[in-house]
């Protein structure tokens, strides 16, 4: 998007020139425009019979006046005959020259049509500049990537539409979208559907149909920013309207912006929202401007983790989960194995062929898609030799999750994968501790086998011994037994026998080691459901003095959902 309008400022010149120029090209094709033809004539000469004499051609004054640039085609005297005359075309008019003592017989100047006619075809073709030829060569090119981007663009905005369950003025927490190209309609969508999922009466709007009702408690404000700091159209009368709207009650929000650092005025628009709302008594700030760079889900997700929190509603904060399902390949997978569903907590684990070659690494996401349902669903995932294999929770009328339940072994499936490169095992021996709950495992048994050499502990977190937990506990005393695994802890949360119930009092137990490997470069990696990951984080900021050291050196690694 950026480049195609960076692209299209700069060679909007030349482009403006090829489409007149061939414009007019094609209507003089079409006799338009018809070209004149111009018929010199020679006037009857005086002396037939003298001889006339050869002066020397590099005397003649009408060929000194003439410029080489200005010729375009000189037709030689076939003989030495006096009716013979060199026949000159220049740009603007034509020449007949004795060929004796080069006076010029006659002459006629072109009409503007043939004029038009030679510059459009030179300015067309580049044929008379290099320089010119190259500018064009350059803007043709940009005019195929137009063709490729503007469609991208329009597939773009056609993806995004908006989808409401409740009109405005039922909804408590009212979304507001400023968007040009439909990419911040996803991001706001994806929160919506959220907020849905959890019972909460929302409704998303262009920011142009800004209306407070008597149930709006929350704005959440998403805007992007268009043209140099300015409103996406369907944004640009929200400050007026913003002006003009009071209230009796205090309303809270928060502002999301979109944009680029490629422009000066990076979330100009959002910035400007930003202003004018604070001047408002009834306007509440939940949370500072948060601003995304080139829809960076990572970006998006700091503000979505830091919303969750404050609304006390846990939302998904796995970047994966705000990406654009795009055009994901498909490949298809065999079902090699499907374990019974415990009683319990409803886990099973999957493991699939894939029909070919597919890349992927533990920690990599599976996307299928239901019939009948445009949400994908994602899992996460572990490789297992050359299978992909994940541990599902079977949900009652979950589409999803029933779907994979109902497989039978050697049946076939379709479905992507979407990597997840944060949340890889590091190349390098870097001592790791993977704290998961739940089908959270499935990535970690995965991660256990492509090990080489680094030290590992997992620290894991289910409800019951059922089946399947006996199944993972012998791969984990496997992988121990065969130095992928330095140690492993588990904790049940309904076994009377055992003391520590949760994965985060197994942590919590553990914090002198656990704060000893991040102090010398190690990664903790946690994967399961947001709660535990709230649980586990909570435990270290509490216990590790270099808390925020680890998560800006990017120690602390999560997919949780
Ligand atoms: C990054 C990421 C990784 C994930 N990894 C895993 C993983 O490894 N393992 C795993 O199991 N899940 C994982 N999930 C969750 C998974 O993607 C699905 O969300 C989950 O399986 C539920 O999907 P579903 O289609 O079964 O349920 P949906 O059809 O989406 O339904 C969602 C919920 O609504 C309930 N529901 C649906 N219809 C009704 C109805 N009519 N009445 C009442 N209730 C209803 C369902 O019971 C379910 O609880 C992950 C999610 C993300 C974002
Ligand atoms: C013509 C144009 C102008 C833009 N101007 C700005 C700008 O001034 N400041 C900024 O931060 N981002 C700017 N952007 C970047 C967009 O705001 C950013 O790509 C945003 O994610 C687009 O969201 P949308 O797809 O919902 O319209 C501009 C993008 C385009 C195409």
């Keep these: ?146 063709i490729y981007s503007g469609f991208v663009i329009t597939l773009r905005r056609r993806r995004n539409k908006i989808k409401n369950k409740y009109n405005i003025t039922e909804a408590e927490y009212l979304l507001l979208v400023a968007s040009e190209n439909g990419s911040t309609i996803h991001f706001a969508n994806h929160i919506l559907t959220q907020l849905l999922s959890h019972g909460e009466k929302a409704h998303l709007a262009e920011l142009n149909d800004f209306q407070l009702s008597e149930n709006t408690q929350q704005l959440l404000i998403f805007a992007s920013t268009f043209g140099l700091g300015d409103a996406p159209t369907n944004g640009n009368n929200f400050l007026n309207k913003l002006e003009e709207t009071d209230s ?19 979330c100009g628009y959002a910035k400007r929202i930003e202003e004018e709302i604070k001047t408002k008594e009834w306007a509440t700030p939940l949370l500072p401007l948060y601003k995304v760079n080139d829809r960076s889900l990572t970006d998006f ?34 079902v090699a194995d499907i374990s019974a569903t415990n009683e319990g907590d409803k886990n099973f684990m999957l493991t699939l062929t894939p029909s070919g070659n597919v890349d992927f690494s533990s920690g990599d996401l599976l996307a299928i898609y239901p019939e009948n349902n445009e949400k994908e669903r994602l899992y996460s995932i572990g490789k297992s030799g050359k299978n992909v294999r994940l ?52 990535p970690f048994l995965g991660m256990l086998e492509e090990n080489k050499d680094a030290p590992i502990s997992v620290y894991a977190g289910f409800r019951n011994k059922e089946p399947l937990q006996l199944t993972i506990e012998q791969q984990l005393a496997a992988a121990k037994n065969n130095g992928k695994l330095k140690d492993y802890t588990i904790a049940y949360s309904r ?23 991040l102090d010398n470069g190690g990664v903790l990696m946690i994967c399961g459901a947001i709660a535990m990951h709230k649980e ?26």
């Design 301 to 334: 997700v700091e503000w979505v983790k830091a919303y969750s929190d404050i609304i006390h509603l846990p939302l998904i904060t796995s970047p994966n989960y705000y990406a654009e399902i795009n055009q994901r390949k498909l490949y298809s997978f065999t």
């Design 248 to 266: 009796h009650r205090a309303i809270e929000y928060t502002i999301i912006g979109f944009g680029s650092t490629n422009y000066p005025d990076f």
């Design 1 to 146: 998007q950026y480049y195609h309008v960076f692209l299209g400022r700069l060679s909007l010149v030349p482009i403006l020139i090829i489409s007149l120029t061939g414009t007019y090209l094609s209507l003089v094709k079409f006799n338009i425009f018809p070209e004149k033809k111009i018929e010199l004539k020679a006037p009857a000469r005086a002396n037939q019979e003298e001889e006339p004499e050869q002066k020397q051609v590099a005397t003649f004054a009408s060929f000194k006046t003439i410029k080489l640039k200005d010729i375009r085609s000189v037709d030689f005297p076939f003989a030495d005959d006096p009716d013979e005359y060199y026949k000159i075309k220049l740009t603007d008019r034509e020449l007949m020259v004795n060929q004796f003592d080069g006076t010029i017989v006659a002459s006629a100047q072109y009409p503007m049509v043939n004029i038009l006619n030679t510059l459009s075809l030179n300015l067309h073709t580049g044929k008379t500049s290099t320089i010119w030829a190259i500018v064009l060569t350059l803007a043709t090119i940009n005019i195929l990537f137009f």
């Design 536 to 561: 586990v984080v909570g435990k270290l900021q509490q216990n590790c003095p270099n808390f925020e050291l680890y998560q800006s050196n990017n120690q602390i690694r999560s997919d949780c959902y």
């Design 391 to 442: 541990v599902v929770k079977l949900h009652e009328q979950g589409l999803g999750s029933s779907y994979l339940n109902n497989l039978k072994k050697g049946d076939t499936i379709k479905a992507a994968i979407q990597s997840n490169n944060g949340f890889h095992l590091d190349k390098k021996q870097t001592p790791t501790i993977l704290v998961s709950n739940g089908t959270g495992i499935a």
């Design 495 to 517: 076994d009377a026998d055992i003391s520590h119930k949760y994965v985060y009092e197994l942590v919590e137990k553990d914090i002198v080691k656990i704060t000893q490997i």
